[in-house]
């Protein structure tokens, strides 16, 4: 009787113990996705080892008290390679720092999954496609940095309903339609849609379609 105690015990201790690791290890695999679909000449993801409990001693990879990842800091990394749909994963993700890199392939429209995202940061990369609608579901998003990339398509107007948003950046891409005027969009300067060739604006609401020249 005493041994099957014990053993119960162990297993009990065995079961709680883990508990924990579950997010940490979903939340490594899904950052390992990452690294497998990203060329890293400099070995900046040197660190990142599946085999660990959780990413969060991994360099480039910030956690909270609960070893949560809330940023992702790889920024300026020499790193080329697709963005993963296993990012939206991230769920407590704060800071997406991609900015500066030699990125290809779409945005994932996964990411819109990420609800405590406050800075999506993708500028001077080599993305394609378009601007995923799924973003406005971003609801904590403070800084949208697509700058600087090849992007098509018009800028969605769910982005519209993201009362935090602060900063938004899509200059020097391929879009077109028209510049949105409402909600946060009202304070951000013009220069920050230059160059554009086919984009227009700012509409003026109510008069035209704002996916005007995207066909």
């Known amino acids: 009787?005493?041994?099957?105690?014990?053993?119960?015990?162990?297993?009990?201790?065995?079961?709680?113990?883990?508990?924990?690791?579950?997010?940490?290890?979903?939340?490594?695999?899904?950052?390992?996705?990452?690294?497998?679909?990203?060329?890293?000449?400099?070995?900046?993801?040197?660190?990142?080892?599946?085999?660990?409990?959780?990413?969060?001693?991994?360099?480039?990879?910030?956690?909270?008290?609960?070893?949560?990842?809330?940023?992702?800091?790889?920024?300026?990394?020499?790193?080329?390679?697709?963005?993963?749909?296993?990012?939206?994963?991230?769920?407590?993700?704060?800071?997406?720092?991609?900015?500066?890199?030699?990125?290809?392939?779409?945005?994932p429209a996964e990411l819109g999954n990420l609800k405590s995202l406050i800075s999506l940061d993708l500028y001077n990369n080599n993305l394609s496609g378009t601007i995923p609608s799924s973003l406005g579901k971003l609801k904590s998003l403070v800084f949208l940095r697509l700058n600087d990339n090849k992007l098509i398509g018009p800028i969605p107007r769910d982005l519209v309903g993201i009362s935090s948003l602060k900063v938004v950046d899509v200059s020097n891409n391929d879009l077109c339609g028209t510049i949105p005027t409402s909600g946060p969009f009202e304070h951000i300067p013009l220069n920050n849609f230059e160059n554009n060739r086919r984009l227009e604006g700012p509409e003026l609401l109510g008069l035209a379609s704002y996916d005007t020249n995207c066909s």
């Open 1 to 107: 009787m005493a041994m099957a105690a014990a053993c119960c015990l162990l297993t009990l201790t065995l079961t709680v113990s883990l508990v924990p690791l579950v997010y940490g290890n979903s939340e490594g695999d899904a950052l390992y996705t990452l690294r497998r679909s990203l060329s890293d000449p400099d070995n900046v993801l040197q660190s990142w080892d599946p085999t660990l409990v959780n990413p969060c001693t991994w360099f480039h990879i910030t956690c909270n008290q609960d070893n949560r990842v809330t940023r992702v800091d790889l920024g300026n990394s020499n790193l080329s390679g697709h963005l993963v749909p296993e990012l939206g994963k991230l769920e407590h993700l704060q800071y997406l720092e991609l900015y500066k890199n030699n990125i290809q392939g779409t945005i």
